[in-house]
């Protein structure tokens, strides 16, 4: 009996989170968790932070141990000066160890660098993949709430025309409308009743677009408040913005790396054309036998050894001009990049400043079709206005409140998409957003 109570209780209290609304740092924090692209790119980052130690390991000391054993017959047949043929079954076994110590070799230190960074490089993508998570989770969170956002006004404007279609008929019962009328009304309805089950396919694809993210699929989420801060990009000047861009935007980061270590590889293969010199140590222990009889040798050895590349079909030439053309290629690249980056943020900072006036202009066009849609209904209740004139007018102002409900969720995600395109996006800013929900 306590089991089951134990077992309802917590099924009980599993059912009641999934129905609490969750909140935007409640999102971000399963996603930081959960999210498989972060959770790719974080192991991507640790896989690259030991190119560095991949790349000291060549200039640090080798030591190699090699070991054999043999089983070995020989059986000579005839005289040779006068000893007549004889056999010898015997074992040979023995080992070598070698030691190399790179003194110089100017391909590995420029290996060296090259790996430094591209352990930068790599800090780099994974700062972007966790700035593209916060837009991600960002985007994802307020598609949700405006599909269902969508939905209510698709189950008022049901409502609204169900109302409508009721009156109409009785007042075409009772003679004081036409036929006209109730059809109307009642298409008007049929179309609402098509749009609230649309909605909901909408709601649900979008929370599934959320569970892709975070691993879980959470039941609804809490919604912004009726009220929330505008503010125009700080600091609200464009170029401001686009000069911190070109200074700390990561994809731009990113680029510039590669184009370093693009710079550096010609650098590396250009080494083919000059010597390495390395410090060479043996030591050898050997037992073998033979007709003769057994015999043990050590044997060791210790020295330098220049290695001096004299002529190699021209393969250091032809890679070392692939790697001018590749670094080439790496500075056209960036350029281009830098170039989309100005038009991105230019285009974020835009877009904010946009989103602003066209919040204000959905709340003036909310408020007027409110107005009008009081009107029409007061005509319609003289005589005046038709069923159909009440039912446009309703669908008006249900458009304008989902006009403006999205505005706000744009200027949002603009307001986030800006500090991307700046390379300053962090945790924080969604936190700043947490404080505006309800």
Aim: charged share 25%; hydrophobic share 40%; glycine share 4%.
């Amino acid at each position: 009996m306590y089991k089951f109570l134990y077992i309802f209780t917590l099924c009980l209290a599993a059912s009641l989170n999934s129905l609490q609304a969750e909140g935007l740092s409640e999102v971000f924090n399963q996603a930081l968790v959960r999210d498989a692209q972060i959770r790719e790119a974080r192991a991507n980052f640790e896989a690259s932070v030991l190119a560095r130690p991949l790349a000291r390991a060549s200039l640090l000391p080798q030591v190699s141990l090699t070991a054999e054993t043999s089983d070995n017959y020989i059986k000579t047949v005839g005289n040779t000066f006068g000893v007549p043929g004889s056999s010898a079954d015997y074992n040979s076994h023995g080992f070598s160890l070698r030691l190399d110590q790179p003194l110089y070799n100017h391909g590995l230190y420029v290996q060296l660098r090259q790996a430094k960074n591209t352990v930068a490089k790599a800090q780099a993508v994974l700062d972007a993949s966790e700035q593209t998570l916060i837009l991600r989770v960002a985007e994802a969170y307020f598609n949700v709430l405006g599909a269902e956002d969508t939905l209510t006004f698709a189950r008022s404007e049901k409502e609204a025309s169900q109302r409508q279609h009721e009156q109409a008929k009785i007042r075409f019962e009772v003679g004081l409308a036409a036929i006209t009328d109730m059809k109307d009304a009642q298409a008007v309805y049929d179309q609402a009743v098509a749009a609230e089950i649309d909605a909901k396919i909408t709601v649900e694809l979008a929370l599934d677009e959320l569970a892709v993210i975070i691993g879980d699929r959470i039941q609804q989420v809490t919604p912004l408040a009726s009220k929330m801060p505008l503010s125009r990009p700080n600091p609200d000047y464009i170029e401001d913005w686009v000069e911190t861009a070109l200074q700390q935007n990561l994809s731009l980061l990113i680029n510039n790396y590669d184009t370093k270590i693009a710079k550096q590889e010609i650098a590396k293969r250009q080494a083919g054309y000059l010597p390495t010199l390395d410090i060479i140590a043996t030591y050898n222990d050997s037992d073998t036998g033979g007709i003769s009889g057994s015999r043990h040798s050590k044997s060791s050895r210790i020295g330098l050894e220049l290695s001096l590349p004299i002529f190699q079909g021209g393969r250091t030439y032809y890679t070392s001009k692939e790697g001018s053309y590749l670094y080439q290629a790496a500075q056209e690249s960036n350029a281009q990049l830098r170039r989309e980056v100005t038009r991105d943020t230019r285009t974020a900072y835009h877009n904010v400043v946009a989103d602003i006036s066209r919040i204000e202009a959905f709340a003036r066009a909310t408020e007027s079709a409110q107005l009008a849609a009081e009107a029409t209904e007061l005509g319609f209740e003289v005589g005046t206005r038709n069923s159909v004139d009440v039912l446009l007018a309703q669908r008006r102002l249900f458009q304008a409140k989902r006009n403006h409900a999205r505005a706000r969720y744009d200027y949002l995600i603009d307001s986030l998409r800006l500090k991307q395109a700046a390379g300053i996006l962090s945790s924080t800013d969604l936190f700043e957003i947490e404080a505006w929900l309800q």
